[in-house]
């Protein structure tokens, strides 16, 4: 099974930018496509967006594109979520996930078998 850390939280103003980074480990951890998630207070876990591994597909949810990117870094055991115009409704906990059936299809959160322990994300002035 595959473990993920993530990192990079903090506290950013609106408008801020911050790089989230997920690293992966276990075998044949370069191989999975990876989500992020996050989760506010009060409301239900949401996907965010997602990588794959062989081709470096990308996918995002409606509320984060233009604002948000992800990529992989070149041994594809490390995820980053570069966040840009950050707003105060992305205040969350930002997970990154993954699941050996998963290739950034749907984002149902039931289907994942390995996730982060989260990282917090506050936007505020």
């Known amino acids: 099974q595959v473990q993920l850390v993530e990192s990079g939280g903090g506290l950013v103003q609106p408008g801020g930018s911050l790089r989230l980074s997920c690293v992966a480990s276990?075998?044949?951890?370069?191989?999975?496509?990876i989500a992020w998630f996050r989760q506010a207070p009060g409301k239900e876990r949401e996907g965010v967006s997602c990588?794959?591994?062989?081709?470096?597909?990308?996918r995002y949810a409606d509320s984060v594109k233009g604002r948000f990117t992800t990529y992989r870094d070149k041994t594809k055991t490390t995820v980053y979520l570069q966040m840009n115009s950050l707003r105060p409704e992305d205040t969350a906990i930002y997970y990154c996930?993954?699941?050996?059936?998963?290739?950034?299809?749907?984002?149902?959160?039931?289907?994942?078998?390995?996730w982060g322990q989260g990282t917090q994300v506050t936007i505020s002035s």
């Open positions: 996930a993954t699941d050996i059936f998963f290739n950034c299809g749907n984002w149902y959160v039931a289907d994942f078998g390995s």
């Open positions: 276990g075998d044949d951890s370069e191989n999975y496509a």
């Open positions: 990588i794959t591994s062989h081709d470096g597909s990308t």
